[in-house]
């Protein structure tokens, strides 16, 4: 029997976001990351667009019973894509993985109305660090698009539901990373 699994590219890497089983790094390729907004919903957010000349690295885990429901909940904005002939993984099983991206005719650049939550970003870049160091981060932030998107320092007072506390390490790594893009960071109001 073929096993379900999901492949996460965004805050589905960091693991304490979701409670999926067998949790491991994977490569996808002929995909992309990019900040984008829809009119689905109210700020930016990461999804994964076709681009040939590409692989990006996230993360698979297996979801239990073929019960796609609470994901699909959690992705409501997305579309489910089958996914299994562009991963590499260590799985020694058979396994069937999909991978959620909104149609891009929904998409549109963020914009100051519609920015980057910074709580959302950490959530992403903790989870890379976890998963794949140093080098997993430089890499995240190489391989994603939208970077001249407006960023939203809601650290402080984070709206991202699943938000995760960052040590001071992890802040300063995000903080790093966006200097060295020249984002732009706008503070609440």
């Known amino acids: 029997m073929t096993a379900p699994y999901f492949f996460g590219y965004g805050s589905l890497v960091n693991r304490a ?3 999926y089983l067998d949790p491991q790094p994977a490569r996808l390729r002929g995909w992309r990351r990019a900040w984008r907004h829809t009119d689905l919903r109210p700020v930016a957010f990461l999804t994964a667009i076709p681009c040939e000349a590409s692989e990006i690295d996230g993360l ?3 979801v239990p019973d073929n ?3 609470a994901l699909d909940d959690r992705e409501w904005a997305y579309d489910r894509h089958s996914a299994t002939q ?5 799985l020694t099983h058979p396994a069937d993985i999909a991978v959620y ?3 891009v005719e929904r998409q549109s650049a963020p914009d100051t109305r ?3 939550l910074l709580s959302y970003l950490d959530v992403v870049v903790q989870g890379y660090h976890q998963m794949f160091g140093l080098t997993g981060v430089a890499d ?3 391989t994603t698009d939208g970077w001249d998107a407006p960023i939203l320092d809601d650290r402080a007072a984070p709206r991202y539901p699943r938000h995760q506390s960052l040590t001071s390490d992890e802040s300063a790594l995000v903080d790093h990373h966006l200097s060295q893009l020249n984002a732009n960071l706008i503070q609440t109001t």
């Open 114 to 116: 519609h920015p980057i």
């Open 60 to 62: 698979i885990a297996h």
């Open 140 to 142: 995240f932030f190489a």
């Open 17 to 19: 976001t979701h409670d």
């Open 86 to 90: 562009s991963i590499s993984h260590d």
């Open 101 to 103: 991206a909104v149609p």
């Open 67 to 69: 019960d796609w429901a």
